[in-house]
């Protein structure tokens, strides 16, 4: 499902009812929704054009349909993204589809494609282009973790609303 037939249909990616431009995710935290980078008008509901916003959805779902699992943690400096599955075949799957989505997204982040990206991910996009962002996706024995981190405190905030993750305190 693409963004604009989402949007024209309700969030399809997210169960909402046909006819409604708002999805599920307004009432969802990240640890039982979406675990990772969602932007501004997912964690408000609101179904948008998006290329990085979308495949971070659909691989989401295709990693829940395998049976994985996914765990946002905060860190310090940003926030790691747990994907886990439990049987060989399940991790060696969940670790292909998030090496996919990562081209995909560094493809978009960069330039390099067409995509379509929403303001939030824009914003990221310039933070990882001026090198205040870093992603790193890296395969563990049980799934994939991802890091999402930077120095600057402004994008680690960013980080933080974008992942669902309280601001630690100073």
Same mark, same amino acid.
């Given at each position: 499902?693409? #963004? +604009?037939?989402?949007?024209?249909?309700?969030?399809? #990616?997210?169960?909402?009812?046909?006819?409604?431009?708002?999805?599920?995710?307004?009432?969802? +935290?990240?640890?039982?929704?979406?675990?990772?980078?969602r932007?501004?008008?997912?964690? =408000?509901?609101?179904?948008?054009?998006?290329?990085?916003?979308?495949?971070?959805?659909?691989?989401?779902?295709?990693?829940?349909?395998?049976?994985?699992? +996914?765990?946002?943690?905060?860190?310090? =400096?940003?926030?790691?993204?747990?994907?886990? #599955?439990d049987?060989? #075949?399940?991790?060696?799957?969940?670790?292909?589809?998030?090496?996919?989505?990562?081209?995909?997204?560094?493809?978009?982040?960069?330039?390099?494609?067409?995509?379509?990206?929403?303001?939030d991910?824009?914003?990221?996009?310039?933070?990882?282009? +001026?090198?205040?962002?870093?992603?790193?996706?890296?395969?563990?024995?049980?799934?994939?973790?991802?890091?999402?981190?930077?120095?600057?405190?402004a994008?680690?905030?960013?980080?933080? =609303?974008?992942?669902?993750?309280?601001?630690?305190?100073?």
């Amino acid at each position: 499902m693409t #963004a +604009s037939s989402a949007k024209s249909s309700g969030c399809g #990616a997210h169960g909402a009812s046909a006819g409604y431009d708002h999805c599920g995710m307004k009432t969802t +935290s990240a640890s039982t929704a979406v675990a990772g980078l969602r932007c501004t008008e997912h964690q =408000n509901g609101v179904a948008h054009e998006c290329a990085a916003c979308e495949d971070w959805l659909e691989m989401d779902k295709d990693a829940r349909a395998i049976g994985a699992r +996914s765990q946002v943690v905060a860190l310090k =400096n940003g926030a790691m993204i747990v994907f886990t #599955a439990d049987t060989p #075949a399940q991790v060696k799957q969940l670790q292909a589809m998030v090496a996919k989505r990562n081209e995909r997204m560094t493809a978009a982040y960069s330039g390099a494609s067409d995509a379509k990206l929403c303001e939030d991910c824009k914003q990221i996009r310039g933070a990882i282009a +001026s090198g205040k962002l870093n992603r790193e996706v890296v395969n563990v024995e049980r799934g994939v973790m991802a890091l999402v981190t930077s120095n600057d405190h402004a994008v680690v905030q960013r980080i933080r =609303n974008m992942t669902g993750q309280p601001i630690a305190m100073r």
